[in-house]
């Protein structure tokens, strides 16, 4: 089975902070994704990794940065933590990114981050 | 630009009953991948089933099955013997089968709410 894994499942930050959320997952997968996810917005795409040390911007990059060192883990960092930035945040990974079943995305748990 | 509509925010069905959360797409793209996602209260976004559009059968995963009319542009997930734990957010989604990095676009999710 493909796992996901997120470093945390609740995190609480202040504004300002540097905050990391990492993922990794364990099935050799080219392909990971951060998204978040709000209330009435449904899930947004805020960078992909498609490569080691290769990334690109989603639909609202702005606020984040990813780093990708190893295929396995992809981080999301939020260099000034904001309020606005409070969500929910998921991980997934793929093996190719078309639309065929091996492009299916597994996520992981989620991190429900607070930001004061 | 790809689009799924779920049009039922929520959906209540009884025990042991089947029960099916609609969806339907909107794409030019001639060939495509349809994906069912479940969404516990827990947050993990759990991956149920895919559909290839040139699949001629219809998908199904153990008590999922997917009612897939391309005529209609419809995808259909259909649960056989509810269970309390089929409680959740339901998401549909899609991506084109094309060159190059595709995004997994997903629709609004239906609640279902299974009751004893």
């Known amino acids: 089975d493909v796992k996901v894994t997120q470093s945390s499942r609740y995190l609480v930050k202040r504004t300002g902070e540097k905050v990391f959320l990492e993922c990794v997952q364990d099935m050799d997968h080219e392909n990971m994704f951060w998204y978040r996810q709000d209330p009435g917005l449904g899930l947004r795409l805020i960078y992909f990794?498609?490569?080691?040390?290769?990334?690109e911007k989603g639909d609202i990059p702005e606020g984040y940065s990813v780093s990708r060192e190893k295929k396995e883990r992809f981080s999301l960092i939020l260099e000034s933590a904001s309020t606005n930035q409070t969500s929910m945040y998921l991980c997934?990974?793929?093996?190719?990114?078309?639309?065929?079943?091996?492009?299916?995305?597994?996520f992981g748990p989620g991190t429900r981050l607070t930001v004061l | 630009a790809q689009k799924i509509t779920q049009t039922q925010p929520g959906m209540f069905v009884q025990e042991k009953e089947a029960v099916t959360l609609d969806c339907t797409y909107d794409t030019s793209d001639p060939s495509y991948g349809l994906f069912w996602y479940k969404q516990p209260s827990s947050g993990e976004m759990i991956f149920l089933i895919y559909q290839g559009s040139y699949d001629q059968q219809n998908a199904t995963e153990g008590r999922y099955s997917l009612n897939f009319q391309k005529a209609r542009k419809s995808a259909n997930l259909v649960i056989s013997a509810s269970q309390l734990g089929d409680s959740a957010m339901y998401f549909c989604a899609m991506i084109p089968m094309n060159t190059g990095f595709q995004k997994l676009v997903f629709g609004t999710g239906t609640r279902l709410l299974v009751s004893p």
């Open positions: 997934a990974s793929s093996r190719t990114s078309g639309g065929t079943s091996t492009d299916t995305q597994y």
């Open positions: 990794s498609y490569d080691v040390k290769m990334k």
